[in-house]
RNA sequence: GGGCGCGUAGCUCAGUGGGAGAGCGCUCGCUUCACACGCGGGAAGUCGGUGGUUCGAGUCCACCCGCGCCCACCA
């Protein structure tokens, strides 16, 4: 295998390192013994393989990269001139949808692109124990054996998860195999694992001693489907229609205010009422109580800014205990806090008899209906408003005071601020910027404890006697201040306050390991945006706060997969689109190619049309190669195939074109991967593989390089073998292209355009060779596509026998190194001679091709034809025209467009001329 | 309420201030010796609307209409 090193080194771009000794490394792994039938016997096989068949060839490809351990890097030099992804880690118990799949394919593509460029490549990989997700799903399992995790008791229940993890937890691992991902599937990471539990502790035990982590009374998200606190974050607001009811309470010493609420039963926890300081109408009310209906508490009518003049009444209830908003009013004023909604969702006993036990909305009734016999209803009204969800269990979140531990993050937040704003993260998009940029801003401090079994506990432990609070790493025999028993906090922490640690704690942070010294900090993050927050800007923070390094210089952000029409994709609503299911039906290949064709800065619908385009793209591929290899066989022989080196040597001006378009779509690829392009990546592909090469260059050539049994008029032996090196030197330029991409099929086809037996994963990526580029070869060829499509069209519309060629004279300039392709490409005869008088003429740029033969053909659709193309041109000449005359234009447009523009007149009025 | 984004061919979407494009679909023709998951030809568009900037606007600006998404503590 030839392996010319400057081919790994861009022009322009640093050499990353070590690059040869980079290469043997890949390379003695890419040796790795492969025994197959010997070549000439494999061609012969292709003779029969008319279609990619992905189901065959796919398992194969994955079986020999994991065997070769190419995807496992030894962690040698410095995270600098490596290159690694940490992969967003799926829920252990997840299967791979629609998004794991884009966002699999876009880290593979950067992987692949990477590791052929000769760098040592690393892509992390593991799953999330994904707390309240894992913990409801075996509860589920549970419920259906008819017992709970109550019942088997917190160890009991935790060994069970564990058994689960066993079952199911690689389930998607393999899926992304399937994907043909290329991570380091020999070092696979968990969030709960000895080490990465470590590390959490650790950060923990940091955080505290900082000072960051706090324990406090406070009103927090209540899920009571979880049972446990919940985050801002996991908080979604859904729009709802209550009633909005109007309350009258009396006032001690008479009067009465009038308050509305959407949620009366809470009013059974009312401590005040609040008016706006600058309200004239009931300045004289501040300082005197109110009677709580029902309940009989006299609550103190207060001022605060909080309270809109122009809203309702402009009196409202305040509950400390049961709206964030009221919480924050009740701690300026010192107001009772009284709980009357407990953390299974019902009423407590401070509800009072009549309401204690009552579910959240059956005690609104009773309220409603207790409030209307007392004739303190004054009104009622439909009323939107957003109603707060759970986002992990689906329930209505009930906002209670509740002690928790939080972590502060305002301090945290500041270099991560700094980090974004100074470019040491760069965010792609860059629309996505700003939203993190004003989040961070008004960052608030995170709840970190969950109650829930599932996860990692608090390194925190109570002393039972003297309620000494102590914070370690390592667990504390007993109570330092008075010597008494120790008990360790229930809760465990909010899963992504251990997925915050991921891309340094998957390489063995906090010791200084190798794999942290290679790998950390990673390249880049790639995720949608729905866990920018929740994840992408706390493993910023925590990165930056725990290593002093960014944990990763880019952030790309990727579409959104929806379903075909618009909808989000779902489970329950049946609009998800298994990804599994249509690598199955069309190849994951052509799944890669869709999605990556398909994704965009913003969301996307999924195309099983693009997918099809992929597909066809490995089809077409597959057969130009199998054509090309053939091909070159029968033309050369075994023995001279055999001992081929491909290597550009063009003799013709379509060997100049497609060199030189060759090297550009090869600058192109790589630019579009660098720049997170990946839908024109795939679609430049696409359109390079099918337009030139297959449809122009691959048909061109074609009698160049024959068959050899007819025997006569054949291209001497060398000439053949010029082509056969050129055209195999495409091909495979072109299939390791595409290789990120469209890894199987191109996979495939390197084991036949490969001699050495080496993986195409580890060969060098294509680096366009800028001396092959060739405008005047490029110009030559473009006016000859022309010119075959003009005569096409025209042969089609006179109704030309698809196989007869035309006697015709060319009467154009600029063709002289292309008439023979033109003549064979349009199937003219053009020799020359023949009546003098033409019986149709053509526009073709630069003049006309004259017919001289009728016969067949249907003049009077010529005749139409000709009409049409002039009157086409005198159209475009009369636009042209239009611009030309106009001084403002000639004026003031640049000349390099003025000049375009004179030169587009002199060719039309030419064309015109000769037709 | 604040922010971001999108309206281009029947559908899904590209499009860099200077000749409106692709894939699919539709249609006509080809059993052309790589591929019928193929090849060749064709039809199909007041680029959401109205103004403005400019020699020139699908592209830049303003407003309007329609549709998404994110953030946000008005009962």
């Given at each position: 295998m030839a392996l010319p090193l400057a081919a790994h080194v861009r022009p322009g771009r640093p050499a990353h390192a070590p690059v040869g000794e980079r290469l043997n490394e890949l390379l003695a792994v890419s040796r790795w013994p492969y025994t197959q039938p010997p070549m000439a016997k494999r061609i012969a096989e292709l003779q029969d393989r008319t279609r990619f068949d992905p189901a065959e060839v796919e398992p194969r490809m994955t079986e020999r990269w994991l065997s070769s351990g190419l995807f496992h890097p030894e962690p040698d030099g410095e995270a600098s001139e490596n290159y690694s992804i940490a992969i967003p880690p799926p829920n252990v118990t997840g299967s791979l949808h629609m998004g794991h799949a884009l966002n699999g394919t876009i880290q593979d593509v950067l992987i692949r692109y990477r590791r052929m460029s000769g760098r040592r490549t690393k892509w992390i990989l593991g799953t999330d124990h994904a707390g309240i997700a894992t913990q409801a799903q075996v509860e589920k399992a549970l419920?259906?054996?008819?017992?709970?995790?109550?019942?088997?008791?917190?160890?009991?229940?935790?060994?069970?998860?564990?058994?689960?993890?066993?079952?199911?937890?690689?389930?998607?691992?393999?899926?992304?195999?399937?994907?043909?991902?290329?991570?380091?599937?020999?070092?696979?990471?968990?969030?709960?694992?000895?080490?990465?539990?470590?590390?959490?502790?650790?950060?923990?035990?940091?955080?505290?001693?900082?000072?960051?982590?706090?324990?406090?009374?406070?009103?927090?998200?209540?899920?009571?489907?979880?049972?446990?606190?919940?985050?801002?974050?996991?908080?979604?607001?859904?729009?709802?229609?209550?009633?909005?009811?109007?309350?009258?309470?009396?006032?001690?010493?008479?009067?009465?205010?009038?308050?509305?609420?959407?949620?009366?039963?809470?009013?059974?926890?009312?401590?005040?009422?609040?008016?706006?300081?600058?309200?004239?109408?009931?300045?004289?009310?501040?300082?005197?109580?109110?009677?709580?209906?029902?309940?009989?508490?006299?609550?103190?009518?207060?001022?605060?800014?909080?309270?809109?003049?122009?809203?309702?009444?402009?009196?409202?209830?305040?509950?400390?205990?049961?709206?964030?908003?009221?919480?924050?009013?009740?701690?300026?004023?010192?107001?009772?806090q009284v709980s009357v909604i407990g953390e299974d969702g019902r009423m407590s006993a401070e509800a009072g008899e009549r309401f204690a036990g009552l579910s959240v909305m059956a005690a609104r009734e009773a309220v409603v209906a207790a409030l209307r016999e007392e004739g303190r209803i004054v009104a009622e009204e439909p009323y939107e408003h957003e109603v707060p969800y759970s986002h992990r269990s689906g329930q209505r979140i009930e906002p209670l005071i509740s002690l928790q531990w939080f972590m502060d993050m305002s301090e945290l937040a500041k270099p991560a601020i700094a980090a974004v704003n100074d470019g040491l993260v760069?965010?792609?998009?860059?629309?996505?910027?700003?939203?993190?940029?004003?989040?961070?801003?008004?960052?608030?401090?995170?709840?970190?404890?969950?109650?829930?079994?599932?996860?990692?506990?608090?390194?925190?432990?109570?002393?039972?006697?003297?309620?000494?609070?102590?914070?370690?790493?390592?667990?504390?025999?007993?109570?330092?201040?008075?010597g008494g028993h120790l008990r360790q906090e229930e809760d465990v922490l909010d899963t992504w306050f251990s997925s915050a640690l991921w891309p340094f704690a998957t390489l063995g942070w906090p010791e200084q390991t190798p794999q942290l010294r290679a790998f950390y900090p990673t390249d880049v993050l790639s995720t949608a945006r729905d866990i920018l927050f929740l994840w992408v800007a706390r493993m910023i923070m925590m990165g930056i706060e725990l290593t002093g390094q960014v944990p990763f210089s880019d952030v790309y952000i990727h579409s959104v997969i929806q379903a075909p029409d618009g909808r989000r994709m779902s489970k329950s609503l049946g609009t998800g689109i298994d990804p599994l299911q249509e690598i199955e039906r069309h190849g994951a290949d052509a799944v890669r190619f869709g999605l990556l064709a398909t994704s965009s800065t913003q969301d996307v619908r999924y195309s099983a049309e693009k997918v099809q385009q992929g597909q066809a793209l490995a089809n077409k591929l597959f057969n130009a190669t199998r054509f090309a290899l053939l091909r070159v066989h029968a033309s050369l022989g075994a023995q001279a195939a055999a001992e081929l080196e491909p290597e550009p040597l063009p003799s013709t001006v379509e060997?100049?074109?497609?060199?030189?378009?060759?090297?550009?779509?090869?600058?192109?690829?790589?630019?579009?991967?660098?720049?997170?392009?990946?839908?024109?990546?795939?679609?430049?592909?696409?359109?390079?593989?099918?337009?030139?090469?297959?449809?122009?260059?691959?048909?061109?050539?074609?009698?160049?390089?024959?068959?050899?049994?007819?025997?006569?008029?054949?291209?001497?032996?060398?000439?053949?073998?010029?082509?056969?090196?050129?055209?195999?030197?495409?091909?495979?330029?072109?299939v390791a292209l595409c290789h990120p991409v469209i890894p199987f099929v191109t996979e495939e086809l390197w084991s036949y355009l490969d001699g050495g037996g080496g993986l195409l994963a580890a060969a060098p990526y294509p680096c366009a060779d800028e001396s092959l580029t060739d405008l005047q070869a490029e110009v030559e060829l473009e006016?000859?596509?022309?010119?075959?499509?003009?005569?096409?069209?025209?042969?089609?519309?006179?109704?030309?026998?698809?196989?007869?060629?035309?006697?015709?004279?060319?009467?154009?300039?600029?063709?002289?190194?292309?008439?023979?392709?033109?003549?064979?490409?349009?199937?003219?005869?053009?020799?020359?001679?023949?009546?003098?008088?033409?019986?149709?003429?053509?526009?073709?740029?630069?003049?006309?091709?004259?017919?001289?033969?009728?016969?067949?053909?249907?003049?009077?659709?010529?005749?139409?034809?000709?009409?049409?193309?002039?009157?086409?041109?005198?159209?475009?000449?009369?636009?042209?025209?239009?611009?030309?005359?106009?001084?403002?234009?000639?004026?003031?447009?640049?000349?390099?467009?003025?000049?375009?523009?004179?030169?587009?007149?002199?060719?039309?009025?030419?064309?015109?001329?000769?037709?």
């Open positions: 419920a259906a054996e008819g017992t709970s995790r109550h019942e088997l008791g917190r160890e009991g229940f935790v060994e069970r998860v564990w058994d689960w993890r066993e079952h199911y937890g690689h389930a998607i691992v393999e899926q992304l195999k399937r994907l043909g991902a290329s991570c380091d599937y020999s070092e696979e990471r968990f969030t709960l694992d000895e080490g990465y539990a470590r590390a959490v502790v650790e950060v923990f035990v940091r955080m505290y001693e900082k000072g960051y982590v706090y324990r406090d009374r406070y009103i927090v998200n209540w899920d009571p489907g979880s049972r446990s606190a919940i985050s801002d974050l996991e908080v979604e607001e859904r729009r709802e229609t209550d009633t909005l009811y109007s309350i009258r309470y009396d006032l001690e010493g008479g009067g009465e205010v009038t308050i509305a609420t959407v949620r009366p039963e809470t009013m059974l926890g009312d401590t005040a009422v609040a008016v706006h300081p600058d309200d004239e109408r009931y300045r004289a009310l501040v300082g005197r109580s109110a009677i709580l209906p029902l309940v009989g508490r006299h609550l103190p009518v207060i001022a605060d800014e909080y309270v809109k003049m122009d809203f309702g009444t402009g009196q409202l209830k305040i509950t400390p205990a049961h709206d964030p908003n009221d919480f924050e009013i009740g701690a300026r004023h010192d107001l009772d760069r965010v792609v998009p860059d629309n996505h910027r700003r939203v993190y940029l004003d989040w961070m801003a008004g960052i608030r401090p995170w709840c970190i404890s969950r109650q829930l079994w599932w996860g990692h506990r608090l390194p925190v432990y109570y002393c039972d006697t003297c309620s000494h609070v102590h914070v370690a790493s390592a667990p504390p025999e007993r109570c330092a201040q008075c060997d100049r074109w497609i060199l030189s378009r060759l090297a550009q779509i090869e600058s192109d690829t790589a630019a579009r991967i660098e720049d997170y392009d990946f839908s024109h990546a795939a679609l430049g592909l696409y359109d390079f593989v099918y337009r030139e090469l297959c449809d122009w260059y691959l048909e061109i050539v074609k009698p160049r390089l024959p068959d050899l049994e007819p025997g006569e008029g054949h291209a001497p032996a060398p000439e053949r073998e010029r082509l056969a090196a050129t055209l195999l030197h495409v091909l495979r330029q072109t006016r000859a596509i022309e010119a075959v499509v003009a005569v096409r069209g025209w042969r089609d519309s006179v109704g030309a026998r698809a196989g007869a060629a035309i006697p015709a004279r060319l009467c154009a300039e600029g063709y002289e190194t292309v008439a023979p392709l033109l003549e064979r490409m349009a199937r003219l005869r053009l020799d020359g001679d023949g009546p003098a008088e033409a019986v149709a003429s053509i526009a073709v740029p630069g003049g006309t091709i004259e017919v001289l033969s009728a016969e067949g053909l249907d003049l009077h659709a010529a005749e139409r034809r000709r009409a049409a193309a002039r009157e086409k041109i005198e159209a475009e000449i009369a636009r042209v025209r239009g611009k030309l005359e106009n001084p403002g234009f000639v004026a003031k447009a640049p000349a390099s467009v003025v000049e375009g523009e004179r030169e587009r007149m002199r060719r039309l009025s030419a064309e015109l001329e000769a037709l």
